[in-house]
Nanobody, 113 residues
Framework: VQLQASGGGLVQAGESLRLSCVAS????????MGWYRQAPGKQRELVAT???????NYADSVKGRFTISRDNAKNTVYLQMYSLKPEDTAVYYC????????WGKGTQVTVSS
């Protein structure tokens, strides 16, 4: 399975971005898709996840600003990011968990102050 993420870029604080991640195939009907991020010198951390039935989970640092959604028919997960802050700067990785884990290559998000 390949995960292709897109939508990263350079924005100013307060602006928005939308990330997309497409899985090359359907693994199992029941799975969890999500986004993680890794800033320079820091460990990779959870941003948000969503189950195939639509149950969402967010890191406290992004609650109220980010929204995760998915289109099961398209094997796609989205991350809508509002009110971006410089501390959101990181490489964002897409993840698919269906018992086994698959990771995308990541997309850079840079937020300038």
């Amino acid at each position: 399975v390949q995960l292709q993420a897109s939508g990263g870029g350079l924005v100013q604080a307060g602006e928005s971005l939308r990330l997309s991640c497409v899985a090359s195939e359907t693994i199992f009907r029941i799975n969890v898709m999500g986004w993680y991020r890794q800033a320079p010198g820091k460990q990779r951390e959870l941003v948000a996840t969503i189950t195939s039935s639509g149950v969402r989970n967010y890191a406290d640092s992004v609650k109220g600003r980010f929204t995760i959604s998915r289109d099961n028919a398209k094997n796609t997960v989205y991350l809508q990011m509002y009110s971006l802050k410089p501390e959101d700067t990181a490489v964002y990785y897409c993840n698919l968990n269906a018992g086994l884990n698959w990771w995308g290559k990541g997309t850079q998000v840079t937020v300038s102050s």
